[in-house]
């Protein structure tokens, strides 16, 4: 996490939905769209953090290579469209994931992890999200869970696969503590209409394709928002090529939130206190078996 210097302005398009551009980023060598958190727009419910990475071909081999880096006051989503990513963490699991299943990993009070991703396993498309654990169990135990299966179903002509929260019947088995949805959609150009939970906040991340929100074209490299207060939500693919998109949502958070690094916390004296402990090797960070280096913290801005 670093903060951007030139941040434009969201574009608002007709129906209210706000389109704001992700920043171009880099993770372990792998080009990032990072579409949260944004200065105009933070967080979307509990989602704090939105990572679009790739597509990159089967020749990039070395692809997203992270080492050890700690996490506090946070849940990580990982979903993959391509390729394979390796799990390791503090807490002894060793998880690769493929495209169609879920990984989540709680932080809490503190966890490390390991992501690497596979050679020969037919490059690299996904998404890393964070979820920001509220007041009352951000302090809890760490904890990871792989969900190999995901419930999906079809919703007029869109096809949707349900990675956390409840849509249309189908309610995933992805545990989160604030009322949360997260969706990946198969659009086709059919115009299908998704309900929507109206006092939550929704937003659409385009990770293939183009879509039509509302008259609206968004495409990957953007946030479209989409605020409270809508019972529903009508996509499109624009063309004649199908799109895959995500539907992130939720309760408005409520909390301020302080994020620095890899840390979600509320003050200065958290982060630090999360920064020093993981430069000391404390142990609420436990210890990650990887070969890949361990990444170091780098300083605060408020500290020198
Ligand atoms: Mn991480």
Redesign the pocket.
Known sequence: MAGGAEEPHPVSGPGDVEVTPSRATDVGGVPVRRALPRRALRTVGAWCFVDHFGPVGPDAADAMQVGP?P?IGLQ?VTWLLQGEVLHTDSLGSEQPIRPGQLNLMTAGRGVA?A?SARAGTGGLHGVQLWVAQPDASRDGSPGFTHHPELPQVEVGTLRATVLVGGLAGATSPAAAATPLLGVDLEVGPARGDLPLEPEHEHAVVVLSGAVAIAGTVVEPGALAHLGTGRDELGLAAVGTEPARALLLGGRPLGERLLMWW?FVARTRGEVDEARDDWEAGHERYGRVASTLPRIPAPSTPWSS
């Open positions: 880096h996490h990580t992890h992501e890899n």
